[in-house]
């Protein structure tokens, strides 16, 4: 490689890499721990939604309980389901029938529970949205009903920041943000590749645990970055899709569309263009949606209910619209509609997500699947976490190799402090997080109540106390040691805590098969291990120097 693309493609790997840094371990972090969002949800509830099923009458006695409380007439109802089916969420929009939307509205404002309506819109104060457990029979809103697998979830594309007053003109700045950052990693990975092109096979299998740090740096930083190199491409190039597809769709629908950006996901398959108009007139026949999921079911035995939606509710233009994915065991791709008429059952359309699967189909999937990791069950789950902390392996030696090649006596003193201060905060917000989390499923088992506003108290509370700590004491072999300590003792406390507070033990929930229940306990105490480990080889390490001096002996008789 001659030296000018030496040094474009060193420049272009290090300032991309050094800018992102610290979100992007947030990521890698916290998308790492979001493999296992569902069962994360079901071990902090204690609640095990392994092979469970919701029954078709469920669903019918979730309306009947809903229409006690809420006038549905004339409302669009959106069941949008997770965790295995087991929960939805829900959401109700304001009447189609102005004089009942009107009463809605009124009813409200006197109960003192009405919102203003939003601009632009009708309804915003009679529209509602919640989630539910169909497995405990309880509802709830979405601050509520929200637990820690949402939080790492939303944490790992930075959704947290959107709290800031700032919009990019086309999305919330959070997701401004992540996105920025994926594209910018796409930058650091492919120059980071060309960098090593060259030396890539004679190097690959170099590792010298026991020479210089910044050896030993470059070495991890060189050989975890190649071996997890197809996983953060895939990982790159499918989180600028998700993130950034307000942005990438922009362009095609003005273009292509005439700025019809309804029309554009309905030929992505995002949404349907199925719908009947409001009729003001009252449907007298009697239904359920219990006999509509059991039709979808029969049609489609190799596949799950993901959502459906109720149009015109109660109206004589009433629709069920029942939407579907395949069994990924079965195919990787697909996705299948079903809309009824509810007046006389008449099918108006129908897509089976086995057979009638579109090209849409098989790139969204494709998309979807590689970058959540849910097509091969716990196996694969377990390998993408593990690529995923060795991601996070990777950033952090980065930015040591950044400061060590910067820290010489030949660089400016203001600039060697500057460099040293910003990997210091770097460090200690990136390494912070592994005490911090672990701690934060602690507190949540013995927390009176748990809420989007306890969770973000406790979670980011401690955050800034460690951060704050840790860029204090400005030793950054001290914050790499104390971190890793606090964090593999919490992660061993993890499962003690759960089972002392809840009485299930991850070898019970193993034995009756509460598998999502046993994954998380076993994902902190194989953490907690790790962690112990490595702590002892880097104290064997610093401890051992007469070991350190006859390999530096030997290497240099070698030599």
């Known amino acids: 490689m001659n030296i000018r693309n030496y040094n474009i493609y060193f420049n272009t790997h290090t300032i991309s890499g050094i800018i992102i840094c610290a979100l992007l371990y947030v990521i890698f972090f916290a998308g790492s721990l979001s493999f296992f969002k569902k069962e994360i949800t079901a071990w902090q509830h204690n609640t095990s939604y392994h092979k469970q099923e919701v029954a078709e009458q469920q669903y019918d006695q979730f309306l009947d309980s809903l229409a006690s409380t809420t006038n549905l007439h004339g409302r669009d109802i959106a069941l949008n389901f997770h965790q295995n ?81 700032i919009r990019l003109g086309f999305a919330p700045f959070g997701y401004v943000v992540a996105g920025i950052t994926a594209f910018l990693f796409l930058f650091a990975l492919i120059t980071g590749l060309l960098l090593h092109w060259d030396k890539i096979k004679s190097n690959f299998f170099i590792f010298r645990p026991y020479n210089k740090w910044k050896t030993v740096w470059t070495d991890m930083h060189t050989a975890l970055g190649v071996i997890g190199f197809p996983y953060q491409f895939l990982f790159a190039v499918t989180g600028v899709v998700l993130i950034l597809n307000t942005l990438l769709v922009a362009p095609f629908a003005k273009v292509l569309y005439n700025n019809d950006t309804d029309k554009v996901y309905q030929d992505l398959g995002q949404s349907t263009d199925i719908s009947m108009p409001y009729s003001y007139t009252p449907l ?103 690529l995923g902390i060795m991601g996070c392996l990777v950033i952090i030696s980065g930015i040591l190799i950044w400061l060590v090649a910067r ?92 089972g002392i507070k809840t009485g299930s033990w991850f070898w019970t929930n193993f034995t009756y098969g509460k598998m999502d229940l046993f994954v998380v306990d076993f994902m902190w105490l194989f953490m907690g291990v790790i962690g112990i480990i490595a702590l002892k080889n880097i104290k064997t390490y610093q401890l051992d120097k007469k070991k350190t001096v006859e390999i530096k002996k030997k290497e240099m008789i070698s030599i």
């Open 85 to 165: 089916g087991m929960k939805a969420y829900v959401s109700v929009s304001a009447s189609h029938d102005t004089m009942l939307h009107a009463q809605n509205l009124a009813a409200k404002k006197a109960n003192g529970t009405g919102k203003k309506e939003r601009r632009g819109g009708r309804g915003g104060g009679d529209a509602t949205y919640f989630g539910h457990d169909f497995v405990n029979n309880k509802s709830g809103d979405y601050a509520s009903n929200y637990d820690l697998g949402e939080f790492l979830y939303r944490l790992h594309f930075l959704a947290q920041l959107n709290e800031v007053p």
């Open 284 to 386: 007298d026949e009697k239904f359920s949606i219990g006999d509509y999921v059991n039709m979808a079911k029969e049609k489609w035995p190799d596949a799950d209910i993901t959502a459906f939606n109720i149009l015109n509710y109660g109206d004589v233009n009433m629709l069920v619209i029942l939407e579907s994915e395949p069994h990924l065991n079965k195919q990787f791709a697909g996705s299948g509609i079903l809309a009824i008429q509810a007046r006389d059952n008449t099918i108006i359309r129908e897509k089976s997500p086995n057979t009638d699967q579109t090209y849409v189909d098989s790139v969204r999937s494709l998309i979807y699947r590689l970058h959540f990791g849910d097509f091969g069950g716990y196996p694969v789950k377990s390998l993408y976490f593990i």
């Open 407 to 498: 820290d010489k006596n030949n660089v400016l003193p203001r600039k060697r402090k500057f460099n040293f201060w910003t990997a210091n905060v770097f460090l200690a917000i990136c390494l912070s997080m592994f005490p911090v989390t672990a701690l934060t499923f602690i507190a949540i088992k013995f927390a009176p109540e748990v809420n989007q506003t306890v969770i973000y108290k406790i979670y980011f509370n401690l955050w800034w106390v460690f951060s704050l700590y840790y860029i204090i004491r400005k030793n950054l072999n001290r914050t790499n040691r104390e971190t890793l300590a606090i964090g593999s003792i919490a992660a061993l406390a993890v499962p003690i805590a759960n």
